[in-house]
């Protein structure tokens, strides 16, 4: 992991970035992430272990950040179950918000995640990061209709599919590279697209 934050550090960074976005992952090297940064290996290697170091230092922020939203997120909706809240305050935030006020921000670490990743263990990174929300969303829903909302009983692989489906709608327009006004505008469509089907599941609608 890195040692520091000093100015070298940070134009090692952006070499870094620069390098596994225009070559990905695999056809990156050392040596031209060094010649970006104006200095050699052996000076990269007093900051970062190996090149799959160097990857993670640039994805695992975006990683925390979503998991950490993630976190919250699912503790504010079982608070709201707990308390018998209205459908419409229950349902409130969704995946779009995290996107807007996580992944937008840093949206090159999302960029790196899908596009530039193979060959590193985050070549999988949806998929993982989809079966690690399906049983989050299964286990809500049965909490749920314990409370006495109407949601509806679904397996754990129906789950993934439409999560599946949903996510990759999300994060179509930041990968593909659009302008962030293109981005808000195409998340809203995706919003409405889906909502009122999430909504329906629930028993939210």
Same mark, same amino acid.
């Given at each position: 992991?890195?040692?520091?934050?000093?100015?070298?550090?940070?134009?090692? %960074?952006?070499? *870094?970035?620069?390098?596994?976005? /225009? $070559?990905?992952?695999?056809?990156? &090297?050392?040596?031209?992430? !060094?010649?970006?940064?104006?200095?050699?290996?052996?000076?990269?290697?007093?900051?970062?272990?190996?090149?799959?170091?160097?990857?993670?230092?640039?994805?695992?922020?975006?990683?925390?950040?979503? %998991?950490?939203? *993630?976190?919250?997120?699912?503790? /504010? $909706?079982?608070?709201?179950?707990? &308390?018998?809240?209205?459908? !419409?305050?229950?349902?409130?935030?969704?995946?779009?918000?995290?996107?807007?006020?996580?992944?937008?921000?840093?949206?090159?670490?999302?960029?790196?995640?899908?596009?530039?990743?193979?060959?590193?263990?985050?070549?999988?990174?949806?998929?993982?990061?989809?079966?690690?929300?399906?049983?989050?969303?299964?286990?809500?829903?049965?909490?749920?209709?314990?409370?006495?909302?109407?949601?509806?009983?679904?397996?754990?692989?129906?789950?993934?599919?439409?999560?599946?489906?949903?996510?990759?709608?999300?994060?179509?327009?930041?990968?593909?590279?659009?302008?962030?006004?293109?981005?808000?505008?195409?998340?809203?469509?995706?919003?409405?697209?889906?909502?009122?089907?999430?909504?329906?599941?629930?028993?939210?609608?």
């Amino acid at each position: 992991m890195p040692k520091d934050k000093t100015a070298s550090h940070i134009k090692i %960074d952006q070499a *870094m970035k620069a390098e596994f976005l /225009e $070559k990905g992952f695999a056809g990156a &090297s050392i040596r031209s992430i !060094g010649e970006r940064a104006g200095m050699t290996s052996a000076a990269l290697y007093r900051h970062y272990t190996n090149k799959e170091d160097m990857f993670s230092s640039l994805v695992d922020p975006l990683i925390n950040d979503m %998991d950490t939203w *993630m976190e919250r997120h699912k503790a /504010e $909706k079982y608070s709201l179950v707990d &308390s018998q809240a209205d459908k !419409g305050v229950l349902f409130g935030e969704s995946f779009i918000d995290m996107i807007t006020e996580v992944v937008l921000p840093q949206k090159d670490r999302l960029i790196l995640l899908i596009n530039c990743s193979q060959g590193t263990k985050y070549e999988s990174f949806l998929h993982d990061f989809v079966e690690k929300n399906q049983k989050a969303v299964t286990n809500a829903l049965v909490y749920m209709r314990q409370h006495g909302y109407p949601a509806r009983e679904m397996n754990e692989e129906e789950i993934h599919i439409l999560l599946s489906a949903y996510l990759t709608a999300i994060i179509e327009p930041i990968i593909h590279g659009y302008s962030q006004d293109k981005i808000k505008s195409y998340l809203c469509s995706v919003n409405e697209f889906f909502m009122p089907g999430w909504k329906n599941i629930m028993g939210l609608s």
